[in-house]
Structures are given as C-alpha cells and as structure tokens.
C-alpha cells in the first residue's frame, strides 16, 4: 500500500467516525460559526447543515445561556481548553435540550475542536428529584405543622377535664369502683397532657436541633405507659410480662420511648385473638455491640409476603377494625430510625407479631 493509499484511507476513516459518531462532534472557527458539523448536531437541533453553517453558534444557545456561552468561547479563544461546560440549545421545534461540551482550541489555525454529549435526560431526572425533593419537604413541614398545632390545641380541653376531676371530692363517693375509676380518669389525663407537652416540647427542640438522647430507664417507661392505658390492659385481659435484666437503660429519646411502647401495646391489644386473652413479652438483649429491644405477642399477626415493605407506611391498615389508622407502626419505624436505630419484624398469621428494635449503645 503506498503513502497515497494510507492517507486516504485514514482520511476515510475519519470521516465515517464523524458520520457515524453519536455525539455532537464540531469544528468551529474563532469567529463563532460552525465550520464543520457531523450529522448528530443537525439530527438533535432540527436544523439543516445549511442552516446550522449559515447562522452564528449563538443564534441557536437558549436565550437564558447566551452570556455564560459567550464567556466560555472567548476562554477558548484565549487558548483555554474548556472541560464539561453544560448549556442548554432551543432546537428548531422549540424544544429546550442540555448538552455538555468539552472542547480544545488550536491557537495556530483559529479552530475550536469539540464534542458535546446529549445530557437532557439527566436533567430531567435531576429536576425531577429535585421537585419530588421540595414536595416532601413541603408535605414533612405541614406534618410538623399539623402534629404541633394539634398536640398544642388538645392541650387546653385535656386542662379543663383535669380541672373538673380536681372538682370533683372522692370522699364523698360512697361506690369503690366510681372511686377507682375516678382515679383511673385523672391518671390518664395527666399523662395526656404529658404526652401532650412533650411532643410539643420535642417538636419545638427538633426544628432547631436532633432530638436529645438520654439514658432511657426501660421499667419506669414501660410501668408509666402501662398506667396510662391500665383501664384498656385490664378490660381486654391483658398479660404483660417484662425482662429488662440484661440492659435497663438504653440511649434513646424518652418522649419516642414512651410512644414507641404505647403504639406496640395497645396495637397488640387492638388485634388480639378474639378466642384467647393477649400476652405481651418485652426483654432487653445486648448483640454485637448493639442494645436490643424484643417486643412480641399472641395476636393476629400479618402475612408478611403479602405486607412486605408496607407495614410501615403511613395510613396502611392490615386489619379491619374501625380504630384502626395506620398510624402507630408509622410512628413507631419514624421514632426508631431518626435516632441511627433499626426495626425488624416477623410475623405469622395467628401466631402474632415480633418487633425486634437494636439501639447503638
């Protein structure tokens, strides 16, 4: 093959890669015109070759990108090479494409050689995630706002049913159970208005700030929370049994320990077996550097195949029962894990549900 021959095989060969390439690949003059286009710039801007040679590169930049455009080429004119420079191009249609250019100017000949990849997709996609984004940290603001102005406002009628039980002189009361149920009463309206104070207060900590760890006492959470609810534990017949022996105290926020055990008991109790009383079984294990806490009972239970990753979700409901909300295990999966914690689950239908929840320690 003689030198001739070579030469126009390799000029050959260049040219197919120009045709071929599915970049944008163009070699355009100081002056700021395309000298020199393959197909894939005519093929994505709309425009004929002729068109395209015929007008100034910066007729066809969107109008919004023109002086950024603008700096770039006099960089290149200035022997710059210009590495990943994204703008956008208004095609002959009207459509609005982003192209990210890297370009080389060869001072000797005024030339600009460049390629530019066609990045409109990712653009979309990162705009798209940035709107979905905004949208949930719009719709987790109103959430906060709703759950601070409703803890907030059921606070001033949880004070006027205290006050009229402080009214209210028991001895004077002649019927032992009215008694006790008076005391039950006033019990469990001043832990509602605790509960209703603390997540008012841990609302307002966490705007500003994480929610404070502490040394979380198992027993005295679990005894609090029990007393809260004893008329429902005592008229469904409920078992609780407790084992804090190996680990009584785990770093943990104690407003989100005390509705952790709050929703998990009284869901246990919610959709127990209607052919057996519930029992619930809560122990403290240590494993791998990690505290553990082993929540489980005897009721309905799920199917987990059919569940899966939703039982966790907000407003999803896996029983028919008119209180239901889907709320609890919501709150429950939020408290545990926006403290660095981890929940699992397993469950059988009719063979109940075990949570086991493992801290850092």
Request: hydrophobic share 35%; charged share 25%; proline share 2%.
């Amino acid at each position: 093959m003689t030198h001739s021959t070579e030469m126009n095989s390799a000029n050959f060969n260049y040219e197919l890669y120009f045709d071929l390439s599915p970049d944008l690949l163009c070699i355009a003059g100081y002056d700021g015109y395309f000298r020199k286009i393959n197909p894939a710039v005519s093929k994505l801007l709309g425009y004929s070759m002729e068109e395209l040679y015929a007008r100034p590169i910066n007729d066809f930049v969107y109008c919004a990108d023109k002086r950024a455009t603008d700096k770039a080429r006099e960089e290149l004119t200035r022997a710059k090479p210009l590495l990943h420079f994204e703008n956008r191009y208004k095609t002959k249609s009207g459509e609005i494409v982003w192209l990210s250019w890297t370009s080389y100017p060869i001072e000797s000949e005024k030339l600009i050689f460049a390629i530019a990849k066609n990045i409109t997709h990712k653009k979309r996609l990162e705009a798209d995630r940035s709107a979905l984004l905004s949208q949930l940290s719009s719709s987790n603001n109103d959430l906060k706002q709703l759950t601070y102005t409703t803890s907030h406002d059921l606070r001033a009628p949880v004070n006027n049913v205290l006050a009229v039980l402080d009214m209210l002189d028991i001895s004077k009361f002649t019927d032992e159970e009215a008694i006790e149920l008076v005391k039950i009463l006033k019990l469990s309206g001043e832990y509602l208005k605790e509960s209703l104070d603390n997540y008012v207060d841990a609302l307002s900590e966490k705007h500003q700030a994480h929610s404070r760890l502490e040394e979380v006492n198992l027993s005295e959470t679990l005894n609090k929370v029990r007393k809260s609810i004893q008329s429902i534990v005592e008229t469904s017949g409920t078992f609780i049994h407790a084992d804090f022996s190996a680990l009584n105290t785990i770093r943990f926020n104690r407003a989100y320990m005390e509705s952790v055990f709050l929703n998990l008991m009284t869901n246990s109790i919610k959709y127990a077996r209607s052919d057996r009383h519930p029992i619930i079984q809560v122990r403290s294990e240590k494993a791998d550097g990690r505290a553990l806490l082993i929540f489980s009972d005897n009721g309905l239970g799920f199917d987990m195949e059919r569940v899966k990753d939703k039982i966790f979700g907000l407003r999803q409901k896996f029983h028919d029962h008119k209180e239901s909300k889907g709320i609890g295990l919501y709150l429950v999966h939020n408290h545990i894990t926006s403290l660095g914690g981890k929940i699992e689950v397993e469950s059988e239908p009719n063979r109940g549900t075990t949570f086991t929840m493992s801290f850092k320690a």
